[in-house]
């Protein structure tokens, strides 16, 4: 009887350091295997499709200028993907990021269509933000 006792408790110990193991493996497995996702690459240019026709339609732009904004979109979120996967990265350094974009962006607008933008803004139709992306 002590010897059935002895080997069921034996077993049942095996079996729960076993299964206790096995998941902490598993988990390990994951987090190394874990690769940042990225982005819906179609869903960012439909944003930017929609965004620039609206931009199109208020400010009156010219081909070349939305050509130049889809230039400098695309090469901004090439950086900003470049920076987030350093590790040291810091909210500040994308904000950074975003403001030199905006600034770049603007600089492809007239004048006459800058301040179209700033009186949009002040009226609450548009943001920068929606525009340019944070």
Not at 25 to 46: C, G, H, I, T
Not at 96 to 111: C, F, G
Request: glycine share 2%.
């Amino acid at each position: 009887m002590k010897k059935i006792l002895m080997l069921s408790l034996i077993i049942s110990g095996l079996w729960v350091s076993g299964c206790a193991t096995s998941n902490n493996a598993s988990s390990r497995d994951d987090s190394e295997r874990y690769e940042e996702p990225v982005a819906n690459q179609r869903l960012n240019n439909k944003r930017l499709e929609k965004n620039l026709t609206k931009f199109r339609d208020e400010l009156n732009l010219s081909k070349r200028q939305e050509k130049q904004l889809k230039k400098i979109d695309k090469r901004y979120a090439r950086l900003d993907r470049r920076l987030a996967r350093k590790e040291n990265s810091k909210r500040r350094d994308h904000k950074a990021l975003a403001s030199q974009k905006r600034q770049d962006m603007l600089e492809v607008l007239t004048n006459e269509q800058q301040q179209k933008l700033e009186a949009l803004v002040k009226k609450g139709r548009f943001s920068f933000d929606q525009w340019f992306g944070k």
